[in-house]
Each structure stands twice: as C-alpha cells, then as structure tokens.
T-cell receptor
Framework: NAGVMQNPRHLVRRRGQEARLRCSPM?????VYWYRQLPEEGLKFMVY????????ESGMPKERFSAEFPKEGPSILRIQQVVRGDSAAYFC???????????FGQGTRLTVV | GESVGLHLPTLSVQEGDNSIINCAYS??????FIWYKQESGKGPQFIID?????DKRQGQRVTVLLNKTVKHLSLQIAATQPGDSAVYFC??????FGAGTILRVKS
C-alpha cells in the first residue's frame, strides 16, 4: 500500500507562470488536505477536500489559488500567475474519513524565480 | 479564528532524559488531536492521536495527555534518543496545526 504521493518533488517556475501540484492519496482515502510551509515555520492549512467536493477552503488565498479532487485521479493544487512569495513547500495529507489518522506526502518544493 | 499554538519553540534535552512538549488549543469544540513529527526536508509523520473522551493515551515511548479543562495537550517522550530530534506539531480537528516545537537531543 503506497503512501501519499506528491509530484513533482521540486518545481521551479518563473514569475507569471502556472504551477500545478499533484497529490495521490493513500488507497481507500477520500479526504485530502493541502498545507503550505515556509522554512522554519508551521504548516498553514489551505484546503480540505473530499472526492469532488471542497469542504473547507478557508486557508486558500482568494485569488490565483484553486484546488480540486476529482472522482478519478489525483488532487491538484493550482497556482496561477505565480509570484516570488508563493515559494514554499506544499504538503498534502490524506485520511480515510474526517477526524482520523492522516498521512502526509513528502511535499512539493516550489521555487519561483 | 480558532487556532492551535505551542508554548515552547525550542526544547533541548539530554539523550536518555524524558521530553515534554506542550500545546494549547483554543477551539473547545475540538474532539480529536494528533501529534506529528517532522524531520528536516520530510513530510510530517504521525506519532499518536487522542480523542476528547480520553485524557491519556500511550504508544511506544510516547504518551499524549489531554486536559480539556484548560485546553492543553502534551506529548511526553520517554528516554529521548538522537533520532527524536525534529519539529513536533500538534493538530486538532481538520488538521489545524500550531507553529511547532523544535526538539534537540544532546548526546
């Protein structure tokens, strides 16, 4: 049973480009969470999704950021028109259901140049 | 909004000693709490969880204590080892995280 898979592990984008971060949850998990982490800081909640539904997006910036978790395929975190301040590590976690043990991926490190 | 916070940003302990990492939470409606360990360059790793109908739960070398009266959570690590050096986060419902505590183990 593979763990939570995130790809790419490292992503470099120029200012103004789009970044697409993928998260494949553990088998059987239908809940996905996305987080952003700056160096030496904590994990900032962004969005919580179930299959085909956004449950809580209170941590998502209103502009340029979007997330989806389609019926088939991985969850996608999309950042349009990236700026240098978007540079961070982005982690996703998955769980079988809410308020249960959640497992994290190894993260995608986004660098905007 | 509601948040989870940690009291001590850095904790240094001698190898073999016990470590206690504390966490305060503000959402009194939270009924599920988790501790995670994050090593440099890696994703957070689940350590132990506890539900609000319990006040103590033990794992292998770790114990989590929950005090709902004062909304306080702690992680106790027995016989701390160099491999325990990491950042420790507590999280509550829907995985809202605090800032983290850095644990440094001195040999």
């Amino acid at each position: 049973n593979a763990g939570v898979m995130q790809n790419p592990r490292h992503l470099v984008r120029r200012r103004g480009q789009e970044a697409r971060l993928r998260c494949s949850p553990m088998k059987g998990h239908s809940h996905v969470y996305w987080y952003r982490q700056l160096p030496e800081e904590g994990l900032k909640f962004m969005v919580y999704l179930q299959k085909e539904n956004i449950i809580d997006e209170s941590g998502m910036p209103k502009e340029r950021f979007s997330a989806e978790f389609p019926k088939e395929g991985p969850s996608i975190l999309r950042i349009q028109q990236v700026v240098r301040g978007d540079s961070a590590a982005y982690f996703c976690a998955s769980s079988h259901k809410g308020n249960t043990e959640a497992f994290f991926g190894q993260g995608t490190r986004l660098t905007v140049v | 909004g509601e948040s989870v916070g940690l009291h001590l940003p850095t904790l240094s302990v001698q190898e073999g000693d016990n470590s206690i990492i504390n966490c305060a939470y503000s959402n009194s409606a939270s009924d599920y709490f988790i501790w995670y360990k994050q090593e440099s360059g890696k994703g957070p790793q689940f350590i132990i969880d506890i539900r609000s109908n319990m006040d103590k739960r033990q794992g292998q070398r770790v114990t989590v204590l929950l005090n709902k009266t004062v909304k306080h959570l702690s992680l106790q690590i027995a016989a701390t080892q160099p491999g325990d050096s990491a950042v420790y986060f507590c999280a509550e419902n829907k995985l809202v995280f605090g800032a983290g505590t850095i644990l440094r183990v001195k040999s």
